[in-house]
């Protein structure tokens, strides 16, 4: 930690500046990647509108894209000043004059959000293609996560496991009551979102 220390009290000021910003951006950057990948880091303000989108017809998918990506995000707050942080630390060498040094970080910044904002439009248009259509829960037997009340007094929820993923909806029942870890299977589609089974 010292050596480092001493390294960074040895720098330009400017580049020091730099080289804060890009270390900084680079940690948060880290984080937020690993809070995506274990399935955390969606709620950051707006990057992606997840909602429960499902189509009743089957044409639909369990993702609403429809303008998920806005530019005013954590992550793009993040991703632009990681692009500023790096730019001024690689063109440092080359770019004696501080002004077109921090014209370029800038530039630099704002092209690390529109690559960023293209790789997540990539990502989200293959999850779009790939997901779960609602109506092909129809038929399928499932497991009883949270209790289902009889004749359609309240929602329970239940799982079941759809092309190696499991998926989890709101179920109601005509029926008794069917209690959690029991089996149900799904009849029909109610609404957007909500199954309708009854006690396989």
Known sequence: ??????WYNT????LRVYWGIAIFASLVFIIQMVLTFIGIGDTDGGDFDMDSGFDTDGNGDTMDTGGAIQLFTVRNFVNFFLGIGWGGV?????????TLLALVALITGCVFVGVFILM????????HNGSFKIREAVGQVADVYLRIPAQRQGEGKVQFSFHGSVQELPAITDGEQI???????VLDIVG?????????
Request: hydrophobic share 35%.
């Open 179 to 185: 209690p959690s870890g029991s089996k149900a299977r």
């Open 90 to 98: 690689c063109f440092s060498s080359s770019i004696k004059s501080p």
């Open 120 to 127: 997540f439009r990539q990502l989200m248009h293959l999850e």
């Open 1 to 6: 930690m010292e050596t480092i220390t001493s």
């Open 11 to 14: 720098l330009d000021p400017t």
């Open 192 to 200: 957007n979102h909500t199954l309708l089974v009854e006690k396989a």
